[in-house]
């Protein structure tokens, strides 16, 4: 989550300011303070990933979030504390009697009746029943990215290395092999295979495998010296990724989270 927090804000950093970022005439520009873009000390941030691409977008409008992760940062203290929740958790839809499955909570939204944007009633209800969900825990913001973004995100910045620990077949672990075993050099395809398989510890299992990757994705973007390529990344994944945050306050949480 930390990982997709902070390539979210340095996508913005590069794209809307790079005074943030580079040297400029006259001097070192300054960085942005979490203290002037939010009027809190701490901040809660619904990270999700929606099971929608290209293809099934042209079948259907109504998408889950199967991976539902929450950052919650700390501003005074420099800390960071992560949550995941299962998609298949049964709970109470918020606005409605109904208890279902948590990643049903954005068709109950989109499908309400009467609303002018139905996008924006599913998110709203998505987030709500985190809250409710977390026992009133707020949701301050969001981020939220499809499999198309994965992937663009992967293969623009040339692919992970990664020690894949077991083989990756479709259909539950019983078909077609997907991804080897062992070090791997994984493209956009690959690294989306990875991270969606749940043969291994069901949806458990597949959280502390996106965990994982994830921060070993950053190591090697850092180590490689690949963050003047976030631009071009942006560009890319622009399409397939959505949040409230304004850019001021993306681009203070890069700053910020670099010191976490």
């Known amino acids: 989550m930390l ?3 902070l390539t979210v804000g340095v996508l913005f950093v590069f794209l809307l300011n790079p005074s943030f970022i580079f040297k400029v005439a006259g001097g070192e520009p300054p960085q942005p303070g979490v203290e002037d873009a939010f009027d809190r000390d701490r901040v809660n941030i619904a990270l999700l990933g929606f099971d929608r691409n290209e293809a099934r977008a042209a079948d259907s409008q109504i998408f889950r979030p199967d991976t539902i992760m929450i950052a919650s940062l700390n501003f005074r203290t420099g800390e960071l504390a992560l949550a995941n929740i299962s998609r298949d958790s049964y709970v109470n839809i918020s606005g409605t009697e109904i208890y279902d499955k948590i990643n049903h909570a954005y068709m109950y939204g989109y499908q309400k009746p009467g609303v002018e944007d139905p996008h924006r009633s599913g998110m709203e209800t998505t987030l709500k029943t985190i809250e ?5 825990v ?8 499809d499999m198309d973004g994965v992937v663009e995100i992967v293969d623009t910045l040339g692919g992970i290395d990664y020690e894949v620990e077991y083989p990756i077949r479709a259909d539950f672990g019983r078909g077609e092999l997907l991804l080897d075993q062992g070090l791997q050099h994984l493209d956009g395809r690959a690294f989306l295979n990875y991270v969606r398989d749940r043969s291994v510890g069901t949806d458990t299992g597949r959280s502390q495998r996106q965990q994982q990757i994830l921060i070993a994705a950053f190591s090697q973007l850092k180590k490689q010296g690949r963050l003047k390529d976030v631009p071009a990344l942006y560009r890319s994944v622009k399409d397939h990724l959505e949040t409230n945050l304004n850019p001021a306050q993306v681009a203070s949480l890069a700053f910020f989270g670099l010191q976490v």
């Open 3 to 5: 990982v997709t927090a």
């Open 132 to 136: 409710d969900f977390l026992g009133g």
């Open 138 to 145: 707020p949701i301050h913001y969001y981020v939220a990215v």
